[in-house]
């Protein structure tokens, strides 16, 4: 299983930063998956966004419910994030991963989103 992140590096403030992952060697809809999006702000720890499940239910985190929508595109074996009214405080490397039987098997190798004008 492979996952790859892709979306633009540089975002204005104010917008909505949004990003897409590929999934490859395994379906987003296989039964008991987990597809995370996760971030990691320089020099900080990791920091959960928010996930959607393989039957296409989403859960967010309450810190950033307001601003975060998770989609999928089944079609494409995509997912994918919008985070709208960014801030410099939204600067992150950003990670898609897979949840499963307990913790995360997959990640892809992140990619560095700045948010500056």
């Known amino acids: 299983v492979q996952l790859q992140e892709s979306g633009p590096g540089l975002v204005k403030p104010s917008q909505t930063l949004a990003l897409t992952c590929t999934v490859s060697?395994?379906?987003?809809?296989?039964?008991?998956?987990?597809w995370f999006w996760i971030r990691q702000p320089p020099g900080k720890g990791l920091e959960w966004i928010g996930s959607?499940?393989?039957?296409?239910?989403?859960y967010y985190s309450p810190s950033l419910n307001s601003r975060t929508s998770i989609s999928r595109d089944t079609s494409k074996n995509q997912f994918t994030l919008q985070l709208s009214s960014v801030t410099p405080e939204d600067t992150a490397v950003y990670y898609c991963?897979?949840?499963?039987?307990?913790?995360?098997?997959?990640w892809g190798k992140g990619t560095l989103v700045t948010v500056s004008s």
């Open positions: 060697g395994g379906s987003i809809t296989t039964s008991s998956y987990l």
């Open positions: 959607i499940g393989y039957s296409g239910s989403t």
């Open positions: 991963s897979r949840y499963y039987g307990g913790g995360m098997d997959y």
